[in-house]
């Protein structure tokens, strides 16, 4: 009952919401105006600058152990650790030969000279030491296999990141992802294509 006599109330006594019920009163039914601002009034006018990210397409294979992004000239090569080596090894695969040198076909034919990088990535499990140098020494591995398969005079730089440059979360909701993690332990090829 309160609450209700409160409501109707503030309505009474609110101006030009409802008519006034006190006698003799006009209700106001316009609608207040807005108050205009001095004629002295000045103000910056400012542009919203907003950046805008490079949006990246990225080709996977079938299979899913390969893709490859571009950005402007650059061309990025990822295999999977997992179709290159056994768990925790360096050693590659007979498989990961066979990837390798459709890989350095691809450099071959379609870079455009400079340094090729060679990048070794694992996931977010075992210690950050561990991580980096496993990665090491797979992206190590991958540049001697490389360097074999492409002509003299290209000069590759091996280099392992561990688990600091993830492709995708290894972890969402608190939740281990395999699939994510499978795709972060990866050795990169990147580089700059003909123009």
Same mark, same amino acid.
Request: aromatic share 4%; net charge negative; hydrophobic share 40%.
């Given at each position: 009952?309160?609450?209700?006599?409160?409501?109707?109330?503030?309505?009474? +006594?609110? #101006? %030009? !919401? =409802? &008519? @006034? +019920?006190? #006698? %003799? !009163? =006009? &209700? @106001? +039914?316009? #609608?207040?105006? =807005? &108050? @205009?601002?001095?004629?002295?009034?000045?103000?910056?006018?400012?542009?919203?600058?907003?950046?805008?990210?490079?949006?990246?397409?990225?080709?996977?294979?079938?299979?899913?152990?390969?893709?490859?992004?571009?950005?402007?000239?650059?061309?990025?090569?990822?295999?999977?650790?997992?179709?290159?080596?056994?768990?925790?090894?360096?050693?590659?695969?007979?498989?990961?030969?066979?990837?390798?040198?459709?890989?350095?076909?691809?450099?071959?034919?379609?870079?455009?000279?400079?340094?090729?990088?060679?990048?070794?990535?694992?996931?977010?499990?075992?210690?950050?030491?561990?991580?980096?140098?496993?990665?090491?020494?797979?992206?190590?591995?991958?540049?001697?296999?490389?360097?074999?398969?492409?002509?003299?005079?290209?000069?590759?730089?091996?280099?392992?990141?561990?688990?600091?440059?993830?492709?995708?979360?290894?972890?969402?909701?608190?939740?281990?992802?395999?699939?994510?993690?499978?795709?972060?332990?990866?050795?990169?090829?990147?580089?700059?294509?003909?123009?």
């Amino acid at each position: 009952m309160f609450r209700s006599l409160s409501v109707a109330l503030a309505l009474v +006594l609110s #101006p %030009g !919401l =409802v &008519p @006034s +019920l006190v #006698p %003799g !009163l =006009v &209700p @106001s +039914l316009s #609608p207040t105006p =807005v &108050p @205009s601002p001095p004629a002295d009034a000045t103000g910056a006018v400012e542009d919203l600058v907003l950046p805008v990210e490079d949006i990246v397409g990225e080709v996977e294979s079938m299979d899913g152990a390969e893709s490859e992004s571009k950005v402007g000239q650059q061309v990025t090569v990822a295999v999977t650790s997992d179709v290159l080596f056994a768990v925790d090894k360096w050693q590659l695969t007979a498989k990961a030969r066979q990837r390798l040198a459709k890989v350095a076909a691809k450099v071959a034919a379609e870079g455009a000279g400079g340094v090729v990088k060679v990048e070794g990535h694992t996931d977010d499990q075992g210690t950050d030491a561990y991580n980096v140098t496993l990665s090491q020494r797979r992206a190590r591995a991958v540049e001697v296999e490389v360097r074999r398969l492409l002509p003299a005079g290209v000069t590759l730089e091996a280099h392992g990141y561990g688990e600091s440059r993830p492709k995708v979360p290894n972890v969402i909701d608190g939740k281990p992802v395999a699939e994510n993690r499978a795709k972060n332990r990866r050795v990169e090829i990147v580089f700059t294509a003909k123009g």
